[in-house]
C-alpha cells in the first residue's frame, strides 16, 4: 500500500509559478513510476506529466512542455510539479499518482492523492 499526501495548490495569476508537492508513505516509494494529472471542471482527468523510478526519464503533455517540470527526491519519498509561466487554462484540482510500470493513462496508476485544485486568474 502506497498513501500519497499533496501540498502546494492555490491561486495565482496568468505568468505566476505554483510548486506542487506528494510525499508517499512507504518503503517502496523508488520502485514506482509518478504521475501527475489534472481534471478541470466537467471535463475528465488528463495525463500531466511522468516519472520513472530514478528521475531519469520524464514525459509530459505537450500543453505542459517547456512550462513544468516533473521531479522526485527518493530518499524524502518525495514527487514535485514545478509550475512556471501558467495560464487559466492550467486551471483544474491536480493529483499525484503511484503505479508500477505506468505510462500516460490513468488506468496504469494504483494509488492516489487527494487532489488539490489550482486556479490561474487572468
Known amino acids: 500500500q502506497v498513501q500519497l499526501v499533496e501540498s502546494g495548490g492555490g491561486l495565482v495569476q496568468a505568468g505566476g509559478s505554483l510548486r506542487r508537492s506528494c510525499a508517499a508513505s512507504?518503503?517502496?516509494?523508488?520502485?514506482?513510476?509518478m504521475g501527475w494529472f489534472r481534471q478541470a471542471s466537467g471535463k475528465e482527468r488528463d495525463f500531466v506529466a511522468r516519472?520513472?523510478?530514478?528521475?531519469?526519464?520524464?514525459d509530459y503533455v505537450d500543453s505542459v512542455k517547456g512550462r513544468f517540470t516533473i521531479s522526485r527526491d527518493n530518499a524524502k519519498n518525495t514527487v514535485y510539479l514545478q509550475m512556471n509561466s501558467l495560464k487559466p487554462e492550467d486551471t483544474a484540482v491536480y493529483y499525484c499518482?503511484?503505479?508500477?510500470?505506468?505510462?500516460?493513462?490513468?488506468?496504469?496508476?494504483?494509488?492516489w492523492g487527494q487532489g488539490t485544485q489550482v486556479t490561474v486568474s487572468s
Open positions: 516519472i520513472n523510478w530514478s528521475g531519469s526519464r520524464t
Open positions: 499518482a503511484a503505479g508500477r510500470g505506468a505510462y500516460y493513462s490513468y488506468n496504469d496508476y494504483d494509488y
Open positions: 512507504g518503503r517502496t516509494f523508488s520502485s514506482y513510476v
